[in-house]
């Protein structure tokens, strides 16, 4: 069915042509390196920051109403398969999805820079991630119903504390987001599928980080809202095309 709506609307745009990215290879690497030096930095600093213990402790109703209903028995499971989806699935998607639509309009020689705008964009978002998360220090489900008295595997070291917000998912969203914003800076016509490809999976990420008990429900859609929010504001504020 996805196809076939490509197909409707390269179909009705028959005359279309691509657009120039406005783009700087150089700058915009950099940028992308340096988020992701930053991001690694973060990471590292998450085990000092979860053995001071937690400044969000209590989670409002919300999302333990939600733990009760969506946590997998077998955690294991879900947890890796969040892995998959977000780190693997999505990124191969979106940016298949990407080359194909711009080998459809003849562009296929924009992969690359289309390839640099996505990491770039989705480099800041897990900077953002990571800020926040060594700024609140939010407890995992699985810590809390460990202090609270539950029979549960322990944490990992230093994890206890890095709950808000989910990484995985901000990162599928930018993701899914900066791709479906570029093919349509670019006049891709198969654009409608780059976006109808990455939404779900990306959602679906989220959903397997709260059923593998990694995340709280509200770590999960501020993880969406700003995904999507640096994924499109990136490559519109820093890449708008530069021919008509």
Known sequence: MLFALALFVGAGNADAQTRDLRSDAPVDLSITLVGVTLYGAGLALEPEIGSRGCRWCDPPSLDLRAREVLVWRDTRTPEALSDVTGFV??????????????????????????????????????????????????????????????????????????????????????????????????????????????????????????????HWLTDVLVGMVTGIAVGVAAPLLLHSPSAP
């Open 89 to 214: 699935l999505v990124p191969g998607a979106v940016l298949g999805l990407d080359a194909a639509a711009a080998a459809h309009d003849h562009g296929l020689r924009s992969f690359g820079v289309d390839s640099l705008v996505v990491a770039e964009a989705t480099a800041l978002a897990l900077d953002a991630v990571e800020v926040a998360k060594l700024a609140v220090a939010r407890e995992r489900p699985r810590a809390h119903a460990r202090r609270l008295g539950a029979s549960l595997p322990a944490a990992r070291d230093g994890d206890a504390n890095t709950s808000f917000y989910s990484g995985h998912t901000s990162a599928a969203f930018a993701l899914a987001a900066a791709s479906g914003t570029v093919a349509t800076l670019r006049g891709y016509r198969w654009a409608p599928l780059v976006w109808a490809a990455g939404g779900p999976l990306a959602l679906g990420t989220g959903y397997l980080r709260i059923a593998a008990d990694r």
